[in-house]
């Protein structure tokens, strides 16, 4: 009996360590030895989906997919994906996460805007937290990489493409001020919780301010291509400095508008400076496919499950614009924005999508290899195929579907991640307290 009380006292206790190991989960090590993930259901991520199929690692990189038969080297770590599906790592490609922890709670815990109203200097990955709670609930639903974007005033800085497993900022950088953010003023005025309907007489003109602004932001980039120009400066402008890249092609100007008047906006900076845009949110971008196509603008549409823009739109809208920028050719991502699920439900945004005229492959393409080329990683990952980094999710189910997704496995360049978090703790903890574990 005594044994038996001292067994029960070990399990207890074991249990009590595990739930509490969120707080001390590290990140993974390096696995500098191959890796054969086997006969999965694999989704490659452009469209293509191979059954049965063998993805060998090496080094962190994927070194072939076979479909047939393969060799495994005695010394090689296996995963049984048998009756699994695998799947590029997921992408989130515009977040405050690891800048923002606490919405409208703790302010000291958030650091995701700066003073000011032209800052593209300011660079968000030098804020970023490893250690935000947040970041491993969306590993455990197969997210592996995020863009963290800075907010607040006109140009709000540049964002930094993060994986989620890292001791630190420097370690967690996977491709650093690659995208400059501006936020494209709104040409109208919607009534707020100060006014309630009511709009006083005195008010500013909407329309008059949002052009007063604009010419003001085309007023900063001219001043800045005339700097740039320059061989020599007598002293140093980092503002300048810093939209360097603009100019030359090396980084994108993501603006941040869902009007279609600000989308137009949008389209004409990229023809006055030869700017690479891409638009975020774009909740009406269908009502002008034709001239994103046009002018090869891509989207990143911000939030799915939501309300539409205006009164007008049908109440399914924000569900059926992903079908209709596939339709007409143009590259998307899509994003989960929403602070009270805090970012998890991106892979379900896409399942929405699918079943409003996607298909299952296009839909996850929209939040893997589309996020990939929008973000300028998908020389990296976005996909599974040869070359690329072995990001890599394996699920007992469709991911994109809320009742069958249960994420097993997740690697970061090879390296197998914990998936452990806030949730998975307080999950076990109750099953202890009432005897279900």
Same mark, same amino acid.
């Given at each position: 009996m005594k044994t038996l009380k001292i067994s029960l006292l070990l399990a207890v206790l074991l249990i009590n360590v595990a739930a509490f190991a969120q707080d001390d989960v590290s990140p993974a090590k390096p696995y500098m030895?191959?890796?054969?993930?086997?006969?999965?259901?694999?989704?490659?991520?452009?469209?293509?989906?191979?059954? !049965? $199929?063998?993805?060998?690692v090496d080094k962190g990189k994927i070194v072939a997919i076979h479909t047939s038969q393969v /060799?495994?080297?005695?010394?090689?770590?296996?995963?049984?994906?048998?009756?699994k599906q695998v799947y590029p790592g997921l992408i989130l490609p515009n977040t405050d996460l690891g800048l923002k922890e606490i919405a409208n709670g703790v302010r000291g815990s958030n650091d995701y805007l700066e003073l000011g109203d032209l800052?593209?200097?300011?660079?968000?990955?030098?804020?970023?937290?490893?250690?935000?709670?947040?970041?491993?609930?969306? !590993? $455990?639903?197969?997210?592996?990489?995020?863009?963290?974007?800075?907010?607040?005033?006109?140009?709000?800085? /540049?964002?930094?493409?993060?994986?989620?497993d890292a001791w630190n900022w420097e370690d967690a950088a996977y491709k650093m001020d690659n995208n400059i953010h501006m936020n494209m003023p709104s040409f109208i005025r919607r009534p707020g919780r100060r006014f309630g309907a009511f709009v006083p007489e005195n008010m500013p003109d909407p329309s008059k301010a949002a052009y007063e602004k604009i010419e003001e932001l085309k007023s900063f980039f001219r001043q800045a291509k005339a700097y740039l120009a320059e061989p020599k400066h007598a002293q140093t402008n980092l503002k300048f400095e810093a939209v360097k890249g603009l100019f030359d092609g090396s980084k994108h100007l993501f603006i941040h508008a869902d009007q279609v008047k600000q989308m137009l906006a949008a389209i004409d900076f990229a023809k006055e400076f030869g700017f690479k845009v891409t638009?975020?949110?774009?909740?009406?971008?269908?009502q002008i496919t034709d001239l994103l196509k046009a002018n090869n603008i891509s989207v990143i549409l911000n939030q799915e499950h939501a309300l539409p823009t205006t009164e007008d739109d049908d109440i399914d809208q924000p569900f059926k614009t992903p079908a209709e920028l596939q339709k007409a050719g143009i590259l998307f991502a899509l994003n989960d924005a929403f602070d009270e699920a805090r970012y998890r439900n991106l892979m379900f945004n896409a399942g929405t999508a699918a079943a409003y005229g996607l298909t299952k492959e296009q839909a996850l393409q929209a939040i893997t290899l589309n996020s990939a080329k929008i973000l300028g990683i998908d020389d990296k990952t976005g996909s599974i195929e040869v070359g690329k980094d072995a990001n890599?999710?394996?699920?007992?189910?469709?991911?994109?579907?809320?009742?069958?997704?249960?994420?097993?496995?997740?690697?970061?360049?090879?390296?197998?991640?914990?998936?452990?978090?806030?949730?998975t703790e307080l999950n076990r903890k109750y099953l202890t307290k009432y005897g279900l574990q």
């Open positions: 030895g191959k890796l054969f993930i086997t006969n999965g259901t694999v989704h490659v991520g452009n469209g293509t989906v191979i059954d !049965k $199929a063998t993805i060998e /060799s495994i080297p005695a010394d090689a770590r296996t995963v049984d994906a048998t009756g800052n593209p200097n300011i660079r968000s990955i030098v804020a970023y937290n490893t250690d935000s709670k947040i970041i491993n609930t969306l !590993k $455990a639903n197969g997210i592996l990489l995020a863009s963290v974007t800075p907010e607040g005033g006109s140009i709000s800085g /540049s964002s930094s493409v993060v994986q989620l638009l975020v949110g774009a909740s009406d971008c269908y890599i999710v394996v699920s007992d189910g469709d991911i994109l579907d809320m009742h069958s997704s249960i994420i097993r496995h997740a690697f970061i360049q090879g390296r197998e991640v914990s998936l452990e978090n806030k949730q």
